[in-house]
Structures are given as structure tokens and as C-alpha cells.
């Protein structure tokens, strides 16, 4: 089913607006860089939306996850030569050491 251009109401639909997705004869669309359109209205709206679409897309999701994990490894750096300096006496999970004070055996 040939839809008819809702501009001109007169020729064929060659192309489908990419914003509104309403056809469009050749004469009356409203092409750009990004693809046929109704009118320059469609256009405009459509290259702000991908304008706002990519500026709030996350900008390289890997990053943070990578400054995380090099921030866990320089803090349990930290901590183990804390500890070997005996700056840090007992981590708990950490030490084997047993301290618990032992029960005295009664003679
Ligand atoms: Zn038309
Ligand atoms: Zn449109």
C-alpha cells in the first residue's frame, strides 16, 4: 500500500520522516546528513535529540569500573605496608595471629 506525501497530499510517499516517521513524496522532503525528513521542523528536532542523546550517553563505561579496581588495589597496597611497617597492628582477617588470651591451667 503506496501511502501518499502528507505535505502535498498529491504524490507518492518515497521517503518516511526518521522523527515523525509521517511520508513524504521526493519534492518534499527535507533531507540531511542523517536522512529524509518531513519538514525542517522533524530535522531540527531530530539532530537536537541525538545532540542530547549523546551528550548524556555514560561517557566510557570501562572507565570507572578501572579507576574502582586500581583504587581497591592502591588502598590494600596501603594497608599491607601499613601493616608491615607496624603501623597497623592487627587487620582483622588479615592476622593468623591469635591472641585471645589463653586460659590459664589450674593445677
Ligand atoms: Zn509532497
Ligand atoms: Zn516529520
Redesign the pocket.
Known sequence: MQSKCIVCHDKPAVFR??????P?CDDCSFKTEHGA???R???V?YRDFKRSQRDSAPRRPGRLLARLVALILVAGLVVAALYKMGIIKDIPGLTTRTEAPQARPAE
Open positions: 520522516c526518521i522523527q515523525c516517521h509521517k513524504v525528513f518531513c519538514s521542523e522533524c530535522a528536532m
